[in-house]
Structure formats: C-alpha cells, structure tokens
C-alpha cells in the first residue's frame, strides 16, 4: 500500500465497524468447510485459538492476549515465527501494517499487537492473497469469515478511506 502513517477511526463510524465484512459463522463444520484448502489469517486471541483446536493452521494468527477486553494466558505453540507491533485501540499504525505485510510474506508466523488488535482484519484482508480467508470475531455471534477477493478488499480500502483519519 506504499508510504502509510497512523490512523484513527473516527466515532462516526464506530457504529458501521458492527457491519460484518463476511459470513457470520459459529458451526464447527460450516468453519472448517469454509476454509478447507485456504490459506487463513485469524485476528483476535478467542478465534486464532479455536481455529487452532479444530486442527487448522492459520498461515498468520494477530493476536494481543485479551478476550473482550481481559487479558488471557495461552501458548500459540503452532506458529514457528514471531512478530510484534504496537497498535492503540481505535487506530492501526503504520508498525501494524508493515508487520501483517512482514507477517504474510513469511507465513506460519503469529503476530503480537502490544494494545488492540481489533482493527486488524482490515489491512489484513487488503494485504493478503486473493483467495486467502481473513478470520476475526463478531462479539457474542461467531466467528466472521471474509475472503479477500478483489471487491472485498476494494470496500475494505473504502472502508479506511471513509472512516479514518
């Protein structure tokens, strides 16, 4: 994506950020099926990790130890490379993208967010391969899983682009 410095979502579109990117899924076997031969990234600790325990590895897991805000303690023992980035609630930095960016390339590599994570789905699925399922949460619903096509990674740049400064 070229030079890219810190962004801050706005509070007019918090409300919008709700608006699932993909399919809500909470089956064990709709998941599986959905990312049978695909290569995955996983944003948030609750999704890497179960995604994990189905006995699928993601090619990149996003991580910042914390369920809904609480913190957690849990080994992601299936990743051979580590990264770290600092990402505040609300933003992305541009550390963050560099490091998804970094993440991607190098592949079975777990990045750790020092702050939130939460926002990460987007530069990863405008990152990633076309192709590639982005998975991340939808508090108290499921699991949302997004294929980085062209038009989704096309209204992911929008979504930025519209909610951010």
Not at 149 to 165: G, Q, R, Y
Request: aromatic fraction near 6%; hydrophobic fraction near 40%; include cysteine.
């Amino acid at each position: 994506m070229g030079e890219r410095g810190d962004i801050i979502l706005k509070d007019s579109c918090r409300e919008k950020l709700r608006q699932p990117l993909g399919k809500i899924m909470s089956e064990e076997g709709e998941i599986k099926k959905a990312l049978f031969k695909k290569s995955i990234i996983t944003v948030g600790d609750h999704n890497t990790r179960a995604i994990i325990e189905m006995g699928i590895k993601p090619k990149v897991g996003i991580v910042d130890y914390k369920i809904k805000r609480k913190g957690i303690a849990y080994s992601y023992t299936a990743f051979e490379n580590l990264l770290n980035a600092k990402n505040p609630p609300g933003g992305i930095t541009a550390d963050s993208w560099e490091k998804i960016e970094e993440a991607i390339a190098m592949g079975n590599t777990l990045l750790e967010i020092d702050g939130e994570e939460d926002l990460m789905a987007l530069p990863a699925i405008i990152l990633s391969e076309e192709g590639t399922a982005v998975c991340y949460g939808q508090p108290d619903e499921g699991m949302v899983v997004v294929e980085a096509t062209k038009c989704a990674k096309k209204a992911a740049k929008k979504f930025i682009e519209i909610c951010f400064d």
